[in-house]
Nanobody, 122 residues
Framework: QVQLVEIGGGLVPAGGSLRLSCAAS????????MGWFRQAPGQEREFVAG????????DYADSVKGRFTISRDNAKKMVYLQMNRLKPEDTAIYYC???????????????WGQGTQVTVSS
């Protein structure tokens, strides 16, 4: 089992950057694929980015490709989401998730953090 805590949300102007971190606990962290999802008010939770257990493969939603980068450090049990050229439509609660394989569906992930708010002002 793994527990996840997101760190680093906040308010940023459009065009700015922000880095989210996800701290994990549990001895088997390195065996999990990790993902970032987000949920805007009145919207469904959606996939943002994912990374395999080794970090060798990543996947991104079309809306963030070229702007966001997911990475992980298994020794530190951390996952990161670097967000550049932020847009007001990126405003949402961002969630970190762990699962047994890289996927884009909510059902692909078994463990979730509590979320962190990201607000991009226009």
């Amino acid at each position: 089992q793994v527990q996840l805590v997101e760190i680093g949300g906040g308010l940023v102007p459009a065009g700015g950057s922000l880095r989210l971190s996800c701290a994990a606990s549990g001895r088997t962290f390195s065996s999990y694929a990790m993902g970032w999802f987000r949920q805007a008010p009145g919207q469904e939770r959606e996939f943002v980015a994912g990374i395999t257990w080794s970090g060798g493969s990543t996947d991104y939603a079309d809306s963030v490709k070229g702007r966001f980068t997911i990475s992980r450090d298994n020794a530190k049990k951390m996952v990161y989401l670097q967000m550049n050229r932020l847009k007001p439509e990126d405003t949402a609660i961002y969630y970190c998730a762990a699962g047994y394989g890289l996927g884009y569906r909510l059902s692909d992930y078994n463990y979730w953090g509590q979320g962190t708010q990201v607000t991009v002002s226009s």
